[in-house]
């Protein structure tokens, strides 16, 4: 039986909301990345770059623990993974997440939201954490009907 995933880190709720309309669009079961240790305002302050944000978008090698673990990963064949663009790729959280699990059998299709930077560069990225993911094209949900949107790539 093939089971779906949308797995989202969200920092302000923007993306989370895309996320739940995939997820309904498709029947798929919903899992939020959450960080271990909660993000405040100041950690996420991108204009002051001593903030954790800032600090962890700095140092591709860092990786922040998530405080939950997806329950039987190996039965989903198909991962929605959203996120908002941070520094112009995916917050380094999102690659825990990609790194904590074997892809190999899985079909992943990224979404996410931004203010004013596209998709491409997390997808080339992620490309390179996760190889071993069989990656659809992604997209910038800004403004877009995530549930069609949805609906048109599963």
């Known amino acids: 039986m093939k089971k779906t995933l949308v797995a989202f880190f969200s920092a302000s709720g923007v993306t989370a909301r895309a996320a739940r309309a995939i997820a309904e669009a498709t029947g798929a079961d919903l899992f939020e990345i959450a960080p271990a240790e909660p993000y405040t305002a100041a ?21 922040p623990a998530i405080a939950d673990a997806v329950v039987d990963m190996d039965a989903y064949d198909t991962v929605f993974l959203g996120f908002p663009i941070w520094w112009y790729v995916e917050p ?55 549930a069609a949107w949805a609906r048109h790539v599963s």
Do not use: Q
């Not at 950690?43 to 990786?63: P, Y």
């Not at 380094?92 to 699990?101: G, H, K, M, P, Q």
């Open 43 to 63: 950690d996420l302050d991108w204009t002051n770059k001593r903030s954790r944000s800032s600090l962890e978008m700095e140092d591709e090698a860092r990786r």
């Open 92 to 146: 380094r959280i999102v690659d825990t997440f990609l790194e904590a699990y074997d892809f190999a059998s899985k079909t992943v299709i990224p979404f996410a939201t931004s203010g004013s930077s596209g998709i491409g560069g997390a997808e080339r990225r992620m490309h390179t954490v996760c190889p071993a993911a069989a990656w659809k094209p992604g997209a910038l949900l800004n403004g877009v009907d995530a």
